[in-house]
């Protein structure tokens, strides 16, 4: 295979214009099988585009692009980061920075990450680490305004490769060990965090750039549960989960609910990223027994990110659709999410598994252990 992987983002005037939009398709799975994000088996060489490859962009272009979602394989009319370049060679990158070129590949368990700027990027210094995203509203007079604030976690400093051509083009190239997956939950008022190996490159005159590799796990998560046997108990009444690990990835339970007290039971599956927390119902019994299982949320995505220290609603909107969220329209921008949203499954994540036996009048006994997902 004469190229795999890497990704060319042309800034054509304003940030987020369509010309720095690049996300790939599942569908052309067949035509390159070792494109990231389509295939667990990393490639070991990689390149960057030619001009090929190149050309092949502005034809598509001329196309006037093919909306898809990468993620379900469903065409998708309006999704700002859906935008596909399907091509051997071109990996997702989505830039909201002005000026830079950015490409993408991994290759021999590293990632790769080349910035080209014909103004030249005057760093300070530069760190790894894993990245942080936290939406929130605060507080602003009499009014709430919603903010995307980016930090790092356990920040350490790295050396780039440098380069200037002979047009006074300078190049950075990053190249970042193995590291784990994306995390991410987005609730109902664009709420949320996600968490993804990041780069930070400090700027002068607040211009920082930050660099998120928002990727799918690439490999099979085997769940695992603290203690294998729930149980609560209110009067008479006894409810208890016999909980299972399945050889294909995922947990069953036996659920027996015996009395009058407890109007139902329910199994519950909460996940925690940060400070945020979703609770996904698995399934509920009212009397007698029933058998439930639960899998892991699995898309598979591979995603550079590029951004300055913050962004819009809009703006996380156009990368959290291309992503798999859902949300209905609003008059001044996005509206609501429908439902919580979930990135991925994956280490990054805490999760709790709970049986909860509902008692009527807002009151509930409770079990619960923790699970996990590890590889």
């Known amino acids: 295979m004469k190229r795999v992987l890497g990704a060319v983002v042309q800034p054509v005037g304003r940030r987020g214009q369509l010309g720095q939009r690049n996300f790939t398709d599942k569908r052309y799975r067949s035509r390159a099988p070792m494109i ?3 295939n667990p088996t990393r490639p ?3 390149t960057f585009p030619t001009s090929e490859s190149t050309a092949l962009k502005f034809v598509t272009q001329l196309l006037n692009f093919q909306f898809y979602r990468s993620l379900n394989r469903k065409l998708v009319v309006g999704s700002e980061l859906g935008r596909v370049v399907a091509s051997r060679g071109i990996v997702p990158v989505y830039s909201l920075v002005g000026g830079v070129q950015v490409e993408y ?4 368990g590293k990632s790769i990450v080349k910035l080209k700027s014909s103004r030249g990027i005057a760093h300070r210094a530069v760190y790894t680490g894993t990245g942080v995203l936290f939406f929130h509203w605060v507080q602003e007079g009499k009014t709430q305004a919603w903010r995307c604030d980016s930090s790092m976690l356990d920040p350490q400093i790295i050396q780039p490769e440098e380069a200037t051509d002979t047009g006074g083009s ?3 190239t990053f190249t970042l060990q193995e590291s784990m997956p994306a995390a991410g939950l987005l ?3 664009w709420e949320g965090m996600f968490l993804a190996p990041a780069i930070h490159i400090d700027v002068p005159m607040g211009r920082d750039i930050w660099i998120f590799l928002i990727r799918s796990p690439w490999f099979p998560l085997k769940p695992s549960v603290s203690k294998p046997l729930l149980s609560i108990a209110h009067d008479h009444s006894i409810a208890n989960a016999s909980i299972n690990i399945d050889p294909t990835g995922g947990l069953t339970a036996a659920v027996s609910n015996t009395g009058t007290s407890f109007k139902k039971v329910s199994l519950v599956m909460s996940r925690r990223v940060g400070e945020f927390v979703s609770e996904e119902v698995i399934g509920e019994v009212g009397s007698g027994t029933g058998n439930l299982s639960w899998r892991p949320i699995m898309r598979s995505f591979d995603l550079c990110f590029a951004m300055s220290s913050s ?3 809009g703006e996380l909107a156009g990368v959290a659709q291309g992503l798999g969220a859902q949300f209905s329209s609003g008059f001044f921008g996005p509206g609501s999410i429908i439902g919580d949203y979930i990135l991925c499954d994956g280490p990054r994540t ?3 598994l709970l049986l909860r036996g509902d008692l009527g009048l807002l009151r509930h006994e409770e079990d619960s ?7």
């Open 36 to 38: 990231v994000g389509s």
């Open 44 to 46: 070991t060489n990689p």
């Open 105 to 108: 590949g991994v290759g021999a």
């Open 170 to 172: 300078q190049t950075l």
């Open 187 to 189: 609730r109902r008022r």
């Open 311 to 313: 962004m819009s609603m």
């Open 350 to 352: 805490g999760y709790s």
């Open 369 to 375: 252990t923790q699970a996990g997902l590890a590889w």
